[in-house]
């Protein structure tokens, strides 16, 4: 008779950063032998993948940690991990707030998981594991990745930048860029199984390789995956204006595989602001680097992130943001209302803007960047435009997948059986605000 196998279960939260530490810890946890759960409240192993960058986002997380004392009064024996950025911030008061966990792993852990969860079953002695020191930066083991096609790929840790809204770098650490070769091989062992898409991830990518003490390293980094054979698409997230230069722009422009999208967040477009933020640059450099995207990559889609009711933020300031919104043109944007982050200095910032001001700035400033994201998105109306496929939408004779540019697009499966990772040409004829509508070209 065959024994049953132990299983686990993996609440993730938060950014793409941490989808890919998900990875690892469900790769680590089937080195040892667990297997997925189909219900989280039967797991042997549960881990909560936490995120603090927003209020809302711990209120969240934390509804969902006192949920799991219900599981660990019903089963004793099941190990709870809290992981991630709501750790490292917290650490010992979330202990004792939710005494049902059995670990907390900080954001510096992810590859130690699988020797402390192992010392964690030989003693039962909870722990609190949040120093920043990177016991294992470079991760060798498996990992068990979301998409049949697509890759996540850590290239960096930690942030310097210490913009004063952002607790990334109080939870995340100071920049620690991995070894080059080990993401050449990282990649290609995923070539081999089948991956076509990767991300290159770091808080900050432009910053890739600088304690290193290397030039242009990220640029450099672009080209040699863009040598990989087998890579068909290459993105990369987050960049930081501070640290974009025309080198990575260049190489975006020369390299076949790496594609027109640019995400660069702006968060406002006043300089009083971005000074009080701590951004390191100005809105005039701002709008010389997009000037320089238009230049090699005209067909490029710009991103961006912004933040509305900072601290200070008077209406004259809130204009200079929307009219940067309406000169660049982004393809898309995503808005926030600022939130205080305790630990940051801008919590401590005087002059917070009230709450009514903030949500009526974000409603004019989401009716500014829809309309530009739908003129955008008609500008492929006509087009056939390259798409990898990703699956079926709610309606399954309906596929979905993304151009180059990260442009959703849907198009009617008529009969034929795609696959997620498959290419197709799809020639546009309908725009929308977040995605466009088309029909398959058929090989000749």
Same mark, same amino acid.
């Given at each position: 008779? !065959?024994? %049953?196998?132990? $299983? /686990?279960?993996?609440?993730?939260?938060?950014? !793409?950063?941490?989808? =890919?530490?998900?990875?690892? /810890? +469900?790769?680590?946890? *089937?080195?040892?032998?667990?297997?997925?759960?189909?219900?989280?409240? $039967?797991?042997?192993?549960?881990?909560?993948?936490?995120?603090?960058?927003?209020?809302?986002?711990?209120?969240?997380?934390?509804?969902?940690?006192?949920?799991?004392?219900?599981?660990?009064?019903?089963?004793?024996?099941?190990?709870?991990?809290?992981?991630?950025? @709501? +750790?490292?911030?917290?650490?010992?008061?979330?202990?004792?707030?939710?005494?049902?966990?059995?670990?907390?792993?900080?954001?510096?852990?992810?590859?130690?998981?699988?020797?402390?969860?192992?010392?964690?079953?030989?003693?039962?002695?909870?722990?609190?594991?949040?120093?920043?020191?990177?016991? !294992? =930066?470079?991760?060798?083991?498996?990992?068990?990745?979301?998409?049949?096609?697509?890759?996540?790929?850590?290239?960096?840790?930690?942030?310097?930048?210490?913009?004063?809204?952002?607790?990334?770098?109080?939870?995340?650490?100071? *920049?620690?860029?991995?070894?080059?070769?080990?993401?050449?091989?990282?990649?290609?062992?995923?070539?081999?199984?089948?991956?076509?898409?990767?991300?290159?991830?770091?808080?900050?990518?432009?910053?890739?390789?600088?304690?290193?003490?290397?030039?242009?390293?990220?640029?450099?980094?672009?080209?040699?995956?863009? &040598?990989?054979?087998?890579?068909?698409?290459?993105? /990369?997230?987050? =960049?930081?204006?501070?640290? @974009?230069?025309?080198?990575?722009?260049?190489?975006?422009?020369?390299?076949?595989?790496?594609?027109?999208?640019?995400?660069?967040?702006?968060?406002?477009?006043?300089?009083?602001?971005?000074?009080? @933020?701590?951004?390191?640059?100005?809105? &005039?450099?701002?709008?010389?680097?997009?000037?320089?995207?238009?230049?090699?990559?005209?067909?490029?889609?710009?991103?961006?992130?912004?933040?509305?009711?900072?601290?200070?933020?008077?209406? +004259?300031?809130?204009?200079?943001?929307?009219?940067?919104?309406?000169?660049?043109?982004?393809?898309?944007?995503?808005?926030?209302?600022?939130? %205080?982050?305790?630990?940051?200095?801008? +919590?401590?910032?005087?002059?917070?803007?009230?709450?009514?001001?903030?949500?009526?700035?974000?409603?004019?400033? @989401?009716?500014?960047?829809?309309?530009?994201?739908?003129?955008?998105?008609?500008?492929?109306?006509?087009?056939?435009?390259?798409?990898?496929?990703?699956?079926?939408?709610?309606?399954?004779?309906?596929? $979905?997948?993304?151009?180059? $540019?990260?442009?959703?697009?849907?198009?009617?499966? &008529?009969?034929?059986?795609?696959?997620?990772?498959?290419?197709?040409?799809?020639?546009?004829?309908?725009?929308?605000?977040?995605?466009?509508?088309?029909?398959?070209?058929?090989?000749?």
């Amino acid at each position: 008779m !065959q024994s %049953k196998k132990n $299983t /686990y279960y993996i609440f993730n939260y938060g950014c !793409q950063m941490n989808a =890919s530490d998900t990875e690892h /810890y +469900a790769g680590q946890l *089937e080195e040892m032998g667990y297997v997925p759960a189909e219900d989280f409240h $039967t797991a042997d192993v549960i881990i909560v993948n936490t995120c603090c960058v927003r209020e809302s986002a711990e209120k969240k997380i934390a509804g969902k940690i006192g949920e799991l004392k219900a599981v660990k009064t019903a089963h004793p024996q099941t190990v709870i991990c809290v992981a991630g950025c @709501m +750790a490292q911030k917290d650490g010992d008061k979330l202990l004792k707030k939710h005494p049902q966990v059995d670990l907390l792993l900080g954001t510096a852990y992810v590859n130690d998981f699988k020797s402390i969860l192992a010392d964690y079953l030989s003693d039962r002695q909870g722990g609190v594991y949040t120093d920043l020191t990177i016991h !294992q =930066s470079e991760f060798e083991g498996k990992m068990v990745r979301q998409s049949s096609f697509a890759a996540w790929i850590p290239i960096m840790y930690g942030c310097n930048n210490f913009c004063t809204y952002c607790i990334v770098p109080y939870v995340r650490g100071r *920049e620690r860029s991995r070894d080059i070769e080990n993401i050449v091989a990282e990649i290609e062992q995923a070539v081999k199984e089948g991956y076509k898409e990767f991300t290159l991830l770091g808080q900050n990518v432009n910053s890739y390789g600088k304690d290193f003490g290397e030039k242009d390293a990220f640029a450099k980094l672009l080209r040699r995956v863009n &040598e990989i054979n087998g890579v068909e698409r290459i993105h /990369y997230m987050t =960049s930081h204006p501070r640290d @974009m230069n025309e080198e990575v722009i260049k190489a975006v422009a020369e390299c076949e595989h790496v594609c027109e999208n640019f995400h660069v967040p702006f968060q406002s477009g006043s300089n009083e602001i971005l000074k009080k @933020m701590n951004r390191g640059y100005s809105r &005039e450099k701002y709008l010389e680097l997009i000037k320089l995207i238009r230049q090699y990559v005209p067909d490029a889609a710009i991103t961006t992130d912004i933040i509305v009711g900072f601290p200070g933020e008077t209406e +004259a300031d809130f204009q200079d943001t929307l009219n940067l919104v309406q000169e660049v043109g982004f393809d898309a944007a995503f808005t926030f209302i600022y939130s %205080k982050r305790s630990g940051t200095p801008a +919590a401590k910032m005087t002059e917070q803007v009230p709450l009514e001001i903030k949500k009526q700035r974000l409603n004019q400033l @989401m009716e500014a960047q829809n309309a530009s994201s739908l003129r955008c998105n008609e500008k492929l109306v006509g087009q056939q435009v390259e798409v990898l496929a990703e699956g079926p939408s709610k309606n399954p004779a309906v596929w $979905t997948g993304r151009t180059r $540019t990260n442009k959703l697009v849907l198009w009617p499966a &008529e009969g034929k059986n795609y696959y997620p990772g498959e290419k197709v040409m799809v020639l546009v004829d309908a725009a929308q605000t977040w995605l466009v509508k088309g029909k398959a070209v058929q090989d000749e």
